[in-house]
């Protein structure tokens, strides 16, 4: 059984840093891809990054690009979101997700297409 485990989120300031970790288990097949979306009350889930660890392909959600950045873990069993100069409209409950097979950046704005989810963590971000 696949279960990803979120950990990292809290409470910032305006400008400041914070790293998400999300760590995988139960994953049978060789190569997935892992995501990172985020969800504010009311409103859709939506992709921020999405992770090949086969290929090592990375995309990312515009409005993060060049502020959030996916470090490498060799063993890939850990996915990280690394979170700089935040912004208050960053704040939002932050989910990993996985799914084998084939993804796209499209799907950053589909996030059905992600069978396994973690449980979230919470980021906020004041000025």
């Known amino acids: 059984q696949v279960q990803l485990m979120e950990s990292g989120g809290g409470s910032e300031q305006v400008g400041r840093s914070l790293r998400l970790s999300c760590v995988a288990s139960g994953f049978t097949d060789r190569d997935y891809y892992m995501a990172w979306f985020r969800q504010t009350p009311g409103n859709q889930r939506e992709g921020v990054a999405i992770?090949?660890?086969?290929?090592?392909?990375?995309y990312y959600r515009d409005v993060v690009e060049g502020r959030f950045t996916i470090p490498q873990d060799g063993a890939k069993r850990t996915l990280y979101l690394q979170m700089d100069t935040l912004k208050p409209e960053d704040t939002a409950m932050y989910y990993c997700a996985a799914v084998a097979g084939y993804c796209s950046r499209a799907w950053l704005d589909v996030p059905a297409m992600f069978r396994h989810w973690g449980q979230g963590t919470q980021v906020t971000v004041s000025s």
């Open positions: 992770f090949s660890t086969g290929t090592q392909s990375i």
